[in-house]
């Protein structure tokens, strides 16, 4: 079955025809409007209720049919989720840096939602994977202690907010307690502390001439405070990981791990739900308390970061993170392959076309009952939904390009 999938224009999104988000959308929907000022910042493929997809040509939503027939997911889903769809797919188009944050494991997110239901509005945990669909930037997870150590004896303004005593106990004693608190007293400082560090090192950036070579960091501390100003998560590029992924290349997040992402198009799997602990960088609600509390102080180099995929055949890399809520086929057809068969999967998924298109869809069993027939070409941009216990037979047809696909599954 096809779906037609909700856009979010969330301000933080690339505008007009630069987003993937616009770019999938626009060549299905030929008729969508897109314009240079519009940001098209999220595509969402699933049943949330905030965007939920509508099968094209009946008008029901994804949700609605789901519950007419919750066969279409898989017994082991429905055994383990009940009769709903565990996920929510997306894609990302990603123009300014959206708030650091983290998500809580499964107990705290439903010790959050019972005590203020109000900001933390379900008692889910919300782990998340990222494909890169362009080179992507992000922050996530500490730094090496040592890096830690160097940008806190090279930068006098980043001591300043995380305050001398705790730099010290940091530098001799460099460990999870004690980058606890620098990023306690960090995350802490008062308005005018923060403003006056941020200001100072502007300035002393702006002195610095390009003799000196170009510096990621320092451009990507005047990136964030042009779009930030007075934010003090600005500091936080010291303290954290800077991940730059290539297309492809994947992202585990999950609880307690610090992340903020900066730049680029992804491909985003996540459990359904809305448990977010924000801290800087957002004019959002932030709850420095409970982000100090809770984050994972654990240090190492942005490597350990990436996630690695599982080769399960010539054309398919499945993303399988330690979670039973989802996992991602990435699958790549190159150009000159007659057809390619993607495998039945125990649960119900989402299959994407971002790339090159197919003809002769086959499915094997056929849909159930009443259910819409799969149309009989797919092109970039087109949605499908597969009921689980099902395979489908594509036929790259164009020749010079290859087919690049992901697909939503569980692995349970
Ligand atoms: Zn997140």
């Given at each position: 079955?096809?779906?037609?999938?909700?856009?979010?224009?969330?301000?933080?999104?690339?505008?007009?025809?630069?987003?993937?988000?616009?770019?999938?959308?626009?060549?299905?929907?030929?008729?969508?409007?897109?314009?240079?000022?519009?940001?098209?910042?999220?595509?969402?493929?699933?049943?949330?209720?905030?965007?939920?997809?509508?099968?094209?040509?009946?008008?029901?939503?994804?949700?609605?049919?789901?519950?007419?027939?919750?066969?279409?997911?898989?017994?082991?889903?429905?055994?383990?989720?009940?009769?709903?769809?565990?996920?929510?797919?997306?894609?990302?188009?990603?123009?300014?840096?959206?708030s650091i944050q983290a998500?809580?494991?499964?107990?705290?997110?439903?010790?959050?939602?019972?005590?203020?239901?109000?900001?933390?509005?379900?008692?889910?945990?919300?782990?998340?994977?990222?494909?890169?669909?362009?080179?992507?930037?992000?922050?996530?997870?500490?730094?090496?202690?040592?890096?830690?150590?160097?940008?806190?004896?090279?930068?006098?303004?980043?001591?300043?907010?995380?305050?001398?005593?705790?730099?010290?106990?940091?530098?001799?004693?460099?460990?999870?307690?004690?980058?606890?608190?620098?990023?306690?007293?960090?995350m802490?400082?008062?308005?005018?502390?923060?403003?006056?560090?941020?200001?100072?090192?502007?300035?002393?950036?702006?002195?610095?001439?390009?003799?000196?070579?170009?510096?990621?960091?320092?451009?990507?501390?005047?990136?964030?405070?042009?779009?930030?100003?007075?934010?003090v998560g600005?500091?936080s590029?010291?303290?954290?990981?800077?991940?730059?992924?290539?297309?492809?290349?994947?992202?585990?997040?999950?609880?307690?791990?610090?992340?903020?992402?900066?730049?680029?198009?992804?491909?985003?799997?996540?459990?359904?739900?809305?448990?977010?602990v924000r801290a800087g960088l957002t004019?959002?609600?932030q709850d420095v308390e409970t982000l100090v509390?809770?984050?994972?102080?654990?240090?190492?180099?942005?490597?350990?970061?990436?996630?690695?995929?599982?080769?399960?055949?010539?054309?398919?890399?499945?993303?399988?993170?330690?979670?039973?809520?989802?996992?991602?086929?990435?699958?790549?057809?190159?150009?000159?392959?007659?057809?390619?068969?993607?495998?039945?999967?125990?649960?119900?998924?989402?299959?994407?076309?971002?790339?090159?298109?197919?003809?002769?869809?086959?499915?094997?069993?056929?849909?159930?009952?009443?259910?819409?027939?799969?149309?009989?070409?797919?092109?970039?941009?087109?949605?499908?939904?597969?009921?689980?216990?099902?395979?489908?037979?594509?036929?790259?047809?164009?020749?010079?390009?290859?087919?690049?696909?992901?697909?939503?599954?569980?692995?349970?």
């Amino acid at each position: 079955m096809e779906l037609e999938c909700a856009v979010q224009k969330y301000a933080w999104g690339v505008c007009g025809m630069d987003s993937s988000v616009a770019q999938l959308v626009k060549a299905v929907q030929p008729d969508l409007e897109v314009t240079d000022d519009q940001p098209f910042a999220e595509l969402w493929m699933g049943t949330h209720p905030s965007g939920p997809s509508v099968i094209k040509g009946s008008g029901e939503t994804l949700g609605e049919y789901i519950r007419h027939q919750p066969g279409v997911l898989g017994f082991p889903v429905i055994e383990k989720f009940g009769e709903q769809l565990p996920f929510l797919f997306k894609v990302l188009s990603v123009n300014q840096a959206l708030s650091i944050q983290a998500h809580p494991n499964k107990k705290h997110a439903e010790e959050l939602h019972s005590a203020r239901p109000e900001v933390y509005k379900d008692p889910n945990h919300k782990p998340e994977m990222t494909i890169a669909l362009t080179p992507f930037q992000a922050l996530c997870g500490f730094r090496p202690a040592q890096e830690i150590a160097r940008h806190l004896k090279d930068l006098p303004e980043l001591r300043q907010v995380v305050g001398e005593d705790a730099a010290q106990s940091f530098t001799e004693n460099p460990g999870e307690e004690t980058l606890k608190t620098c990023f306690s007293t960090m995350m802490n400082a008062s308005i005018d502390t923060i403003s006056q560090a941020l200001t100072q090192l502007l300035d002393r950036f702006s002195q610095m001439d390009d003799g000196e070579g170009r510096d990621l960091l320092r451009e990507l501390f005047q990136r964030l405070h042009d779009k930030y100003p007075g934010d003090v998560g600005c500091f936080s590029i010291y303290l954290l990981n800077y991940v730059l992924l290539q297309p492809g290349e994947a992202m585990f997040l999950g609880p307690n791990v610090i992340h903020a992402y900066l730049l680029g198009d992804c491909i985003e799997c996540m459990a359904c739900s809305d448990n977010v602990v924000r801290a800087g960088l957002t004019p959002k609600y932030q709850d420095v308390e409970t982000l100090v509390e809770m984050l994972d102080y654990s240090m190492g180099p942005p490597e350990n970061r990436k996630f690695e995929g599982f080769k399960m055949d010539d054309y398919t890399i499945l993303y399988n993170p330690p979670v039973l809520d989802f996992a991602v086929d990435m699958i790549e057809v190159p150009s000159g392959v007659d057809q390619y068969t993607l495998r039945p999967v125990e649960s119900a998924s989402i299959l994407l076309v971002v790339e090159g298109g197919a003809g002769g869809i086959e499915t094997s069993p056929s849909a159930p009952g009443d259910a819409p027939s799969p149309p009989p070409t797919l092109q970039r941009g087109s949605v499908l939904f597969l009921p689980a216990g099902q395979s489908l037979t594509l036929r790259p047809t164009k020749q010079n390009s290859r087919l690049l696909a992901f697909r939503a599954l569980c692995v349970l």
